[in-house]
């Protein structure tokens, strides 16, 4: 108890100097603008129509018009799982697009924290698609009191890190397609900061038997997303895909406000806008920069370390494994 409240501790200094407003400012001065590639880029985010999400579908449509180049085409799937949110997400980003023709965009529908959805999603979606280049696992959410979803599973572990885990294994033979090691496809999870406050609990992955507290489920799931980046370009490292872990800071989004409204005031002056947030999002799904970095931890355009000093939430070797194959229980 005491060990945890250091960790959060740290967790909170460190977001405090690091994870606001003005240290992206300062940090962004020296960066370049982001270029779209001269070839056509096919892009999957979760939880599009809101926050983040729909931050990152707006920023690939900015960077898109911006680079202008002769070869240059993007498609944008935007998965919501609220079809009038979803439609609402599309209106605004189609009068974004305006009369860019080589833009395509489209809504599909599925409730990520039912696994059975994600079967019929991937199954539709690797039969209506082609090519699929980057998967921004982004959808997530903060639930204030414990939660099972229609089969029993505990709600923030379905939505963040199964639906996590099960888009990207289902997707990964549309992801390898027509690929190379030099043009790879990338899959992005979007974890937390809120990690730093965890260990990986590799056998009790849904945090059953421990008694709810919404900070920490949520961060377990965020350290969880983040194994499984490092764990899979490992795994599949002589495959043509990168997969990367990444972390926004703190972000004006309707779920931080919603979630911890607290720490939102407190901190609201001082927050990252979406924008900001998803800079390193885009990067890590445009840029050729961090391709030699296959299974990191990013932020701020960064490799950043998955574990704060002193916090002891390293995880072995032996953890790891055990962990994903619990997951594979589920596949
Ligand atoms: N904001 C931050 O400061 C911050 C910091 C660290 C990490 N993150 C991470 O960034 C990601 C986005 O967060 P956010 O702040 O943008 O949250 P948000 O404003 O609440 O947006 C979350 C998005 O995910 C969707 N979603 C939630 N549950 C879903 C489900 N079961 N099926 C399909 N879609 C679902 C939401 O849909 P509805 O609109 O229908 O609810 C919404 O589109 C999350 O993974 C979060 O952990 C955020």
């Not at 935007?78 to 997400?89: F, H, I, M, W």
């Not at 056998?203 to 961060?219: A, C, G, P, T, W």
């Not at 002193?310 to 055990?322: A, M």
Request: some cysteine; proline content about 5%.
């Amino acid at each position: 108890m005491l060990f945890q409240l250091f960790r959060t501790a740290v967790f909170l200094f460190k977001g405090h100097f690091e994870f606001t407003n003005r240290s992206f400012v300062e940090k962004s001065k020296h960066w370049l603008p982001l270029e779209f590639p001269n070839e056509k880029k096919v892009i999957l985010v979760t939880g599009g129509n809101a926050g983040l999400g729909k931050a990152t579908v707006e920023q690939c449509i900015e960077i898109f018009q911006r680079s202008n180049k002769p070869q240059q085409q993007m498609e944008l799937h935007v998965l919501c799982r609220s079809e009038q949110k979803g439609k609402e997400a599309i209106q605004e980003f189609e009068h974004q697009i305006g009369n860019t023709t080589s833009i395509k965009i489209h809504l599909h529908i599925c409730d990520l924290m039912q696994p059975k959805w994600i079967e019929q999603f991937t199954n539709n979606f690797m039969q209506q698609t082609e090519q699929l280049d980057v998967l921004i696992n982004n959808a997530g959410a903060l639930f204030h009191e414990r939660k099972e979803t229609p089969d029993g599973l505990e709600a923030t572990f379905a939505t963040n890190s199964l639906s996590t885990f099960l888009l990207t294994t289902k997707l990964l033979p549309l992801l390898r397609k027509n690929k190379t090691q030099e043009n790879p496809a990338r899959v992005i999870n979007i974890s937390s900061g809120g990690a730093y406050t965890v260990k990986l609990e590799p056998i009790d992955v849904q945090l059953q038997k421990q008694e709810f507290n919404n900070s920490l489920f949520y961060s377990q799931t965020k350290r969880q997303q983040i194994v499984m980046a490092a764990y899979w370009a490992k795994k599949y490292e002589k495959d043509p895909v990168r997969f990367y872990s990444m972390h926004p800071g703190w972000c004006e989004t309707p779920g931080f406000m919603s979630s911890l409204p607290e720490m939102y005031n407190l901190y609201k002056n001082r927050v990252r806008t979406a924008k900001q947030g998803i800079d390193t999002v885009c990067w890590l799904a445009l840029s050729d920069e961090p391709l030699e970095q296959n299974g990191k931890f990013f932020f701020d355009r960064q490799v950043t370390p998955e574990h704060a000093t002193l916090c002891r939430t390293q995880e072995t070797p032996e953890d790891v494994e055990i962990f994903m194959s619990t997951m594979n229980k589920w596949l």
